[in-house]
């Protein structure tokens, strides 16, 4: 069982898709559902790569719409690990979709996950650590710790007095 | 445009699915993103009933995933909607796993979802308010409020400082 | 082996489908096939869950189409157990399209699914009586046993003359 | 509009295909629904070569399960024209399974559609009347009409006393 | 294991396909992945027909695009055997595309493929020699073996000056 | 039109796919079909971004098969183009398993597709040259045109006397 720390960076997965006819809803663009499809796999995928183990997906806590994908345009997907939690490590994941005719890219979606590592007899297994190298990643893991709380809170696992970090946004501010 | 206020009971989606080979991830279970595509369309045909409008995804606020459905079982979704503002509904799912050999029902996720309603110009709409008949629908109305003002500080468009009733969870706590 | 009689109400299985572009024949409607598809899933379920084991399609026999159902238009199918013949089951089924923009909901499709249930060696097992509690399900009770003489001339099975029921639908009108 | 007589071997549609892991049920086998899938579109070719116009499924009168296609199996499909009626056309399947490694072919299923002919306007057209060749199509020809009386009489759009074919296999006999 | 030789001709495969919404790329015409799916099963049917043994793609030779396939239109995919080699078998498939409606069928593919059979513990195995009959087989199995020579090259498997078959094409022109 | 010589690395697609129950063949490995699906879908992404306009198949020149990705693996396709001709562009794609849980990465695919690029009345247009940067890239683009002149041998468009560079290979060798 490997828990060296490792860098977030190495956990990158790049995902290249094609809207399709059957990938669209009635106004021609990309069906949310299909997305999140896309992007399950894309986060497995970086969480896999983090812990060179299998997992399975815990929770989404966020996906965001910005902007609809239209049919014929590419849908790029960037998974990146952002922290890990003991078993548990969190995805953070960004969208754009691009018309290669116009030239034009535009962002799409955000979103965080969160997967469980799993080991032969599917228990929870320990993951690595995040070993943080931009402040884009410092961001990115700072404010993990309080998304695992809201989900804490919201999953009825933890009272919004415990949730440290999360108060502090709303005491201090 | 009707925008009578419409009973939250009026919106329920009922769907019933199977876990097939091509559903499940390799432990023979239903993969988490062939789930959110069926929630995904579930929510948005609850949303649509509600407001007799084309809708669209607007964001995935908090999936979660307490038991995996196995290979074989069946997928209970249930999906209805919580609370509107202005043209934004709210959608609530649970998601039950079945085994009709063992005469085992099990709860496996919760979800919610928010979506957007959209005129002949793909322009926001105004939707219906909700009705709320029970203690159930209450507590979900009530909680939709903070989980949109989670999801605005989130995407950078509300200050902690003005939620006032998401504030309230941490500073009376 | 659980055999005591069974209400058939509680073998119904109400599953929603919307049709989306990858559903629709050239004119831009539910193509047969797919509804058919959505239909075995639909009546195995509700034959699954009177009998609490495996259950095969043994034959369809009759599935009438009476409006199509439209691109973007949400497709209701409700499934439930009409009359169990020994190791067989008949599942009736209803079908709807709905257009919730223009809030108009129509019958497309009734149809008849016989299955049997299968014992862990894959061999045919007993399965429970089904009890009728309204007239409607008499109706299809009644109807299940010329359905099935039908089903068995055809497949050269059982002698016109042998039919009672179904000679008597022409000898006595 | 050619409706000169047309034979019923040249509506002949041959398909093959193979059962892949995507298309089983629990136990390995071509799921009924998938099979169902596959056929209604061998037999809407099997209609349009007949009438060179656009058809919908009108109706599925019978289809029989006598074996189950395994996984890795190859799937034959044989649809052809056997009689017409003003505007629909009935058509029938048979199918076969085979396991090449084993040199081993089964007959599956046998199976009648009913298919109608559309105008540019979408509404019935005239289709060609179909020519018999051999005792084989004579005797689906003969059949066609009773299967249709049967299918009037299901529908409830003829009484049984005036299907007089159908109603002379049971006093005859 | 049966190495008697065998007929090009009995391992013909006759597919029939319809192009549907989900088939087709942006320009309303069936998708060229989407065809060399079809193609890779017809050919693998084809082969397996031949050698009564599991096989596996070991390469794509060269599939030509002389015509696109319209949404609506019928694929018509025939693949046979063209000569052996050891373990290996080359498969040469056509493909036309046929409107119905307007009585036109068109050339629209050309294909080579090749497969290797596999024994129970999947390594190579010996297949049977191809009985060649008309004019046509016979130009297709003296191109094989120069086909083979140019993968072989292509592979870096063969040197250009072993290649004789290959090379007289050059020289003696 | 811009038809400036664009770089080949400013074409790269970088593709990541997962192996789901539903793209395995018997053995439990990707299926040839689905992988030569992946790939046109990447190649022709990839020959979009050079030319920024809409591309269809032309041809697939050589797929080979060297060591087949098991389910679970992740599927890694990188596609290039190597070299334009008037309306065409060949794109090279190289492919990868690759199992997380051994960290163990292997070579599976090599191939090169050809596309042609289309003005809006879907007539052959003009397509920018290539810039070539490395060694590597030098070596597919001599190949390139080897490559086009056995396609135009094959597809009886040019006497093999005429492939000036493809006879050289034999000639001089």
Redesign the interface.
Known sequence: MNVEPRKATDSL??????V???D????G?L????L???????A??AA??HC???V??????????EA?IK??N?VHIEAKVTRAFNSSMEVHLNVWGED????YKYKSNE?YYTFVA?DPN?KPRQVPPVIIETEEENKLYEGALR?RQ??L???GKM???D?AE??A???K?
Do not use: C
């Open positions: 997965v790049v995902m290249t898709e094609l399709l006819p059957n669209t809803n009635l106004f663009n069906m949310g559902g299909r999140m499809y896309w992007m399950d796999i894309a497995a995928l896999g790569k060179n183990a299998p399975v997906t815990a929770s989404v806590d966020n996906i965001s719409f609809p049919l014929g590419v290669y005719t116009h030239q979103a799993l599917r998304r809201i989900r809170i919201l999953g009272k919004p007095n949730a999360l108060k946004l709303f005491v501010d």
